[in-house]
């Protein structure tokens, strides 16, 4: 009788839910979206405000280089799959499964906020996640979409998390903290320096909600799906 072999599983056999956390699918994901942003800021000069913030921090360390942000992303992305030993390739089809996912995210935040609007009976108008005043076009959005995901998800939730695991936190509890945490300090970062919003309740609000959303997202379905599901809804509200 031949012994049996044990293969590691692949990626069609632990599916799509599984396959689409991988950093490695996060990082072909937004591949294009982080090329074409990057272009967008040399041609057409449209900044985001967490590319800003990061970029204004490498400074002060002194590394100006225009393209060390995005390079640093990947490597971080690169590093965080090798890291996880997770296996080296993609399934056919993931990337577009992976595109329209988002999409339909994208719609279910753009109801939530609708929703939201008339259960505290307020009258406003769509709610730019990122710095929309200052940016104008969809290139914008896509710079948001990653970086603010790359800040305040990828960065800020996983190093408080971490922190309080350290200091004796139970996990859950600490996931939670770290959730509602950052989600403030996501909605905050909307009004400060000088291209931010006037502080509204109502906007304060909903993307106090919307970052409890990207969080979760982060969380269970990783950071790829967390950065598109971003982009396409500042896309589906400030250019359409």
């Given amino acids: 009788m031949k012994a049996q072999r044990h293969e590691p599983p692949t990626a069609h056999s632990e599916g799509y839910w599984a396959e689409s956390r991988r950093p490695l699918a996060a990082l072909v994901f937004i591949a294009p979206l982080l090329i074409t942003y990057e272009v967008g800021v040399l041609v057409f000069g449209v900044r985001n405000g967490a590319d800003a913030w990061m970029r204004e921090l490498l400074d002060l360390m002194g590394f100006s280089q225009h393209f060390l942000l995005p390079v640093l992303t990947v490597c971080t992305l690169l590093g965080w799959h090798y890291l996880t030993h997770q296996p080296w390739r993609l399934s056919r089809g993931l990337i577009w499964a992976m595109a329209v996912e988002c999409l339909l995210l994208a719609v279910c935040l753009r ?130």
């Fill in 111 to 240: 109801l939530l906020f609708q929703l939201q609007g008339v259960l505290l009976d307020a009258v406003a108008g769509p709610v730019d996640l990122g710095l929309g005043k200052t940016v104008g076009t969809a290139i914008g959005y896509l710079g948001a979409g990653i970086y603010e995901e790359l800040l305040f998800r990828l960065i800020l939730l996983s190093l408080v998390a971490w922190g309080l695991k350290r200091a004796g936190v139970a996990p859950r509890t600490s996931v939670l903290i770290a959730v509602l945490s950052t989600s403030l300090v996501f909605a905050a970062a909307h009004y400060v320096g000088p291209y931010g919003d006037s502080l509204e309740w109502f906007s304060f609000l909903f993307r106090f909600s919307a970052g409890v959303f990207f969080a979760v997202l982060f969380i269970y379905r990783g950071f790829g799906i967390a950065a598109g599901t971003h982009a396409v809804y500042d896309i589906l509200v400030g250019v359409f």
